[in-house]
């Protein structure tokens, strides 16, 4: 297995990788403490959610196998060469790990607040279903003939499919509502730094190593950065250009509302308003 050239670099490669899984990590709970506030997850795309949770469910076993896994390690340098570094920190697995947890919280938390008319699509539930079956039918095949890279590589490609697609009913639910109200910005902000610091952390051990094999080794890892940077930005933009005012305006609106029915109600129906003196 390679060691690093360079102490320098090696330290900016644990500091990046740590601060992509401190951001990553804190950006969960954005949204899991805007939830609790409201009692409402009304805003929050629940198809998003539930994507997510598989996504970060076979990202788990992906990083945990390749990180723990003798077998695999083995396999992985048969394939790409004993002079490459096994591209899975520990900042990775932990991420994971915390990343299910808190999914699986947010997912709690649509069960039990107020929904309003919002509802898991079937289209979701059958994507999240044909996961799940491909994965265990990629199990039995690698069972055979003992093929553990190719079947980590498989929940790897699931994980990377999972992120492409999971922004992609909160971004359409934002363009519909005219409105980021009920889902987090903070939750985004916190997503970028870490896809930044990810990606920057993949670049440090190339230079390093002065081999890109850290890339194409890992594409799950690579598209899991561009990807989520993609769509965090559509997401600022709706945030703070396209829909910035009208969260407030809506509010006002409700509140206006709201005041006009309580006097109403309140004023016997017989009676006219009163003269001004």
């Known amino acids: 297995m390679a060691s690093w050239n360079s102490f320098e670099l090696e330290v900016v490669y644990?500091?990046?990788?740590?601060?992509?899984?401190?951001?990553?990590?804190?950006?969960?709970?954005?949204?899991v403490i805007l939830n609790f506030r409201r009692k409402s997850v009304v805003g929050l795309n629940f198809d998003f959610v539930l994507l997510n949770?598989?996504?970060?469910?076979?990202?788990?076993?992906?990083?945990?196998?390749?990180?723990?896994?003798s077998a695999i390690q083995k396999q992985y340098f048969d394939k790409y060469g004993?002079?490459?570094?096994?591209?899975?920190?520990?900042?990775?697995?932990?991420f994971s790990i915390h990343a299910v947890l808190l999914t699986a919280i947010t997912l709690f938390q649509i069960a039990i607040y107020e929904r309003g008319s919002q509802?898991?699509?079937?289209?979701?539930?059958?994507?999240?279903?044909?996961?799940?079956?491909?994965?265990?039918?990629?199990?039995?095949?690698?069972?055979?003939?003992?093929?553990?890279?190719?079947?980590?590589?498989?929940?790897?490609t699931i994980q990377v499919t999972m992120t492409v697609i999971k922004y992609i009913p909160q971004a359409v639910m934002n363009?519909?509502?005219?409105?980021?109200?009920?889902?987090?910005?903070?939750?985004?902000?916190?997503?970028?730094?870490?896809?930044?610091?990810?990606?920057?952390?993949?670049?440090?051990?190339?230079?390093?190593?002065?081999?890109?094999?850290?890339?194409?080794?890992?594409?799950?890892?690579?598209?899991?950065?561009?990807?989520?940077?993609?769509?965090?930005i559509i997401f600022i933009i709706q945030h703070y250009i396209l829909y910035a005012g009208n969260k407030s305006s809506k509010s006002d609106t409700t509140t206006e509302h709201e005041d006009q029915i309580r006097e109403h109600l309140v004023r016997p129906s017989d009676q006219s308003p009163p003269e001004n003196a």
């Open 53 to 69: 949770l598989t996504k970060h469910s076979t990202y788990l076993i992906y990083n945990a196998s390749l990180y723990f896994s």
């Open 14 to 31: 644990e500091a990046l990788g740590w601060f992509a899984f401190v951001s990553w990590s804190i950006s969960f709970y954005p949204q």
């Open 82 to 94: 004993y002079g490459e570094m096994i591209p899975v920190a520990a900042n990775d697995v932990a």
């Open 175 to 232: 363009f519909l509502r005219k409105s980021t109200d009920g889902f987090s910005i903070g939750n985004i902000l916190l997503d970028l730094s870490g896809g930044v610091a990810n990606y920057g952390q993949m670049v440090v051990q190339s230079i390093d190593q002065n081999s890109w094999v850290n890339f194409y080794g890992n594409i799950g890892k690579v598209l899991l950065s561009l990807v989520s940077v993609f769509f965090d």
């Open 119 to 156: 509802k898991v699509s079937k289209v979701s539930i059958g994507i999240v279903s044909v996961a799940w079956l491909i994965a265990a039918v990629c199990f039995f095949i690698a069972l055979s003939n003992h093929s553990w890279l190719w079947l980590v590589s498989i929940f790897n």
